[in-house]
């Protein structure tokens, strides 16, 4: 499943070749549509599109920031991944009530269910404001200068496009900070949860299945979107209804056939299309099996627990799910980077560049040390990649407790600080009227500061258990103190390690461990309202896990500093190196590299051929009977609900089957997206849904550095399978009943009518 991604500063841009490339939708017009129509595409650039009209991007959300999502109906409904609505079901589950387990459908709108802190954005327009950002520049500036200047321009423009809305705005950089564009949103924070498949469909494979083809997972869940009764965006409130969107996707039922015409719409979060060559050598050989390594540790540890109480089972599962996905990212892209061979690829890109850039002065005296920057770069941080890799991944993101206890500490810290301005103030007032007004507003305003972090440590403690995060700290640390070198290590480790040293048989990370988890107020909802009760300054000074967090976040943030000269020379090759290949071949399309920014692709449904195994071809589909060859009773990854098990044993699929009876289930296109389009929707060439995409294959994990024309691609979940579990299996009929169900079998193409704006305020205003 697609979620984040490393914090390298790279990518790679290619021209575009058969469907690669994450578009600009206001560039469609410029730079695709002529092929997109010759591919397939029935609807006009303006139906994709448009600031003035409704178009397909009003159909589109970015979920949270982290998934997308899209509007199936006109009464807000948003269809999503089951790995994206995760958070939010798990949220609502207890041992009692386990949607996890047992799925959830609300029958009525009186039973979705609220996510506080859940958003969705719609973006409203966006605009090229290079040039303005561009004047605020000069050549002598250093790229760091360049970046703050950037910021301060980009801030101020989007500040001038949201004056007198209620919408926000932010300028984000593009091709390594050679394009600027401003991204206007309108956000709506009333999302409600309207129903979820079991995880035995919604996550049917688990991490075995996890980015394979063929896949037969049904990985979807859906929302409701509201807003306030005059259609504006408001916080949660009874009296909110459901959205009335500016458009929202019809819904196919005709189904896909091999060479189809697809598009997707979505927020991919991040390619490095133009990394290096020695970027690539170190993902390779240092950053990628470190993340690895450690992942395994953590997922081992946590599943130990997790199998042996199912209400651990149920607070963990977000994290583990999240944990594991790029566990097996990392080794996937480790593997496929070797068998592609894409570092061979970049270093004879690297070497045209290099012979272009030497066939004219001008050229080398604008990009001659552009490769050198970045050798450099590589070579001062390859010492401390490994070390890098650790503090976040084992030090600060392992266990739990070191950012809480940081974040919450820093919370109590303010409220002390708080008590000594308040103190001092009370030392300049003489008049008692005034002392007492002082003292009233001072009380008033601490007893909220404690409440909002008495709020936090509930939501903290809810899903954290602490014999697992004890064992994630003995474990993983020891694990640290042993890959890293000792002065990148922590300097409370010092202390522990030299005890390790000084007795081999005993383990002093796990005496360590047991120590901070009985004496820490960070570790225990208990200790933590003692905290409360009466918050001290020796008490935080003292406080194990405050002084373990306190140092991992300095050393996190020192690192900065410490890679200057690194990330300087980091950051100027690639903004050079982007440019250079770019004007290298003006004739190719090149596209940026992703950056949570709506993107739209294109491509076709269609098999591939394996590159493990000679002679192997997946063909483009799955169906419902593949799921019972791989059932296994009481397996947690291949486990097939009872129900699910008659209805495709009895063929009883309803309006759902294909044209040969079977059970359709999931499908692939040549599609190119990454991680942020988890939920996005695959639209057909009339603008009709057509399935849910959520993960990528294989074969082609190397295609966030570089993409794989023959092998890449898009695995989504088929919208009648979709329907088919929310009607046939779940009885939610309404939801469907909801929803534009459209057929064309026997039909001549026409396309889609997308209403201008005006007349879908016309209609409003009738009703």
Known sequence: MIFMFLALYMGFGTSVQAHEGMWLPMLIKRLNYEDMKANGLQLTAEELYSINNSSLKDAIVSLGGFCTGEIISSQGLLLTNHHCGFDAIQSHSSEESNYLKDGFWAM?????????????????????????????????????????????IGRKLAGEATEGTHYDAQVKSFFHHNEYYLFVYETFTDVRLVGAPPSSIGKFGGDTDNWMWPRQTGDFSMFRVYSGPDGMPAEYSEENIPLKPKHHLPVSTDGVKEGDFTMIFGYPGSTDRYLSSYGVDQAVNKYNPSVVEIREVKLAIMREYMQADDAVDIQLASKYASTANYWKYYIGQTEQLKRNGVLAKKQALEGDFTTWVNQ???????????????????????????????????????????????????????????????????????????????????????????????????????????????????????????????????????????????DEGEDAFAEYAEELFEDSYFTSPKRFAKLLKKIK??????????????????????????????????EKGYRLLTAGLREMDTNKKFYPDANSTMRMTWGNVGGYDSNKEEGVHFDFYTIGSQILEKEKPGDKEFDVPEKLHTLIANND??????????????????????????????????GELIGCAFDGNWEAMSGDIAFETQMQRTISVDIRYVLFVVDKYAGATHLVEEMDLVSHKGEESTPMEVPAEKEIQEVETAE
């Open 108 to 152: 009525s709108k009186e039973e979705e269910k609220t996510n506080p802190g859940l958003f969705v954005k719609f973006l409203v327009r966006m605009d090229d404001v290079t040039e303005q950002v561009m004047a605020e520049i000069t050549p002598e500036m250093s790229e760091t200068e360049r970046q703050r200047a950037a910021a301060m």
């Open 360 to 502: 004219d002065a001008m050229r080398v005296d604008k990009y001659g040390n552009t490769l050198t920057l970045l050798e450099e770069a590589y070579k001062m941080t390859d010492p401390t990649v490994v070390g890098s890799v650790y503090l976040l991944e084992a030090g600060l993101i392992g266990p739990q407790i070191p950012l809480f206890a940081w974040r919450a500490g820093a919370r109590a810290d303010a409220i002390l600080a708080y008590d000594d301005k308040i103190e001092a103030q009370l030392d300049t007032v003489k008049e008692r009227d005034e002392k007492k007004k002082i003292k009233a507003e001072y009380e008033t305003k601490r007893e909220e500061m404690i409440e909002g972090l008495r709020a936090y440590g509930d939501d903290f403690f809810k899903d954290f258990h602490a014999p697992t995060d004890q064992k994630l700290v003995a474990v993983l640390w020891r694990q640290y103190a042993e890959k890293v070198p000792a002065d990148q290590l922590p300097s409370f480790f010092a202390e522990i390690v030299e005890e390790q040293a000084e």
């Open 537 to 570: 300054k020796k008490k935080l000074d003292k406080d194990p896990a405050y002084i373990a967090g306190n140092e991992l976040i300095a050393m996190y943030r020192a690192q900065g500093s410490a890679n200057a000269v690194a990330t300087e020379n980091m």
């Open 653 to 686: 699929f309803g309006d759902y089957a294909m044209e040969n009876g079977e059970l359709p289930v999931c499908f692939i296109s040549n599609n190119d997206i990454t991680g942020g389009n988890s939920g996005s929707p695959v639209i057909n060439g009339r």
